[in-house]
């Protein structure tokens, strides 16, 4: 298996700018989740979907922010418009059900790097 | 305070030496304990889950004292390789994720 795929891996954009990070997860696994980390606030948790539906979004920052998971095999994850505070690596996890989904792996994906100019 | 406290270190420690580090979590109702390793510029990896009972894999330990609401983490005879930030992950309930991260603590292995 390719692991969770991320695309892009770096973006550098403009203040007020649309910006579009897209994951591929693991193939059969039916949660997703979208995380942010920085330097100040270390990693947070966005929001997260078991079986393409949105479970908890309490994590999203703003109206800025929205996620999407129109199929099992594609999230995005999209902020408009972007900000300079926006910057951050912003990841892309997933993981299965099975066993306890308390205690199971979150896969990561490796990442996209945005800088909000 | 902090929902999941680290000490940020970074942890200097020889090669070959022990090294543990704590993390506390604030929330009683805590239900699973994790902790995770990241590389600099990479994304972070589960390295073991912490069971109540405790468990081992290889040069690492990992207890959880529910009394007191930490876990820990112990590395024995370390090496340059697991030079890393190391993160507590607590799931504070039942039935859905809230994945509480913690800040990490950074362990550097010298020679």
């Known amino acids: 298996d390719a692991g969770v795929i991320q695309s892009p891996r770096h973006e550098v954009t403009e203040m007020g700018q649309e910006v579009t990070l897209r994951c591929k997860p693991i193939s059969g696994h039916d949660y997703l989740f979208w995380y942010r980390q920085t330097m100040m606030r270390g990693l947070e948790l966005l929001i997260y979907?078991?079986?393409?539906?949105?479970?908890?979004d309490s994590g999203m920052p703003e109206d800025r922010f929205s996620a999407k998971m129109p199929n099992a095999s594609f999230s995005t994850l999209k902020i408009q418009p972007s900000e300079p505070r926006d910057s951050a690596v912003y990841f892309c996890?997933?993981?299965?059900?099975?066993?306890?989904?308390?205690?199971?792996?979150?896969?990561f994906g490796p990442g996209t790097r945005l800088t909000v100019l | 305070r902090k929902e999941v406290e680290q000490d940020p270190g970074p942890f200097n420690v020889p090669e070959g030496a022990t090294v543990a580090f704590n993390c506390t979590y604030s929330n009683s109702a805590s239900q699973s304990f994790f902790w995770y390793r990241q590389d600099c510029r990479k994304e972070p990896k589960l390295l073991m889950s912490v069971y109540s009972s405790g468990n081992e894999d290889g040069r690492f330990t990992a207890q959880l004292n529910r009394a007191s609401q930490y876990i820990s983490l112990l590395i024995r005879d370390s090496k340059l390789s697991d030079s890393a930030t190391y993160l507590c992950v607590v799931n504070l309930e039942g039935g859905n994720y809230q994945l509480i991260w913690g800040a990490g603590t950074k362990l550097i292995i010298k020679p």
């Open positions: 979907f078991n079986n393409n539906v949105p479970i908890d």
């Open positions: 996890a997933s993981s299965l059900t099975g066993g306890g989904a308390l205690y199971n792996e979150q896969f």
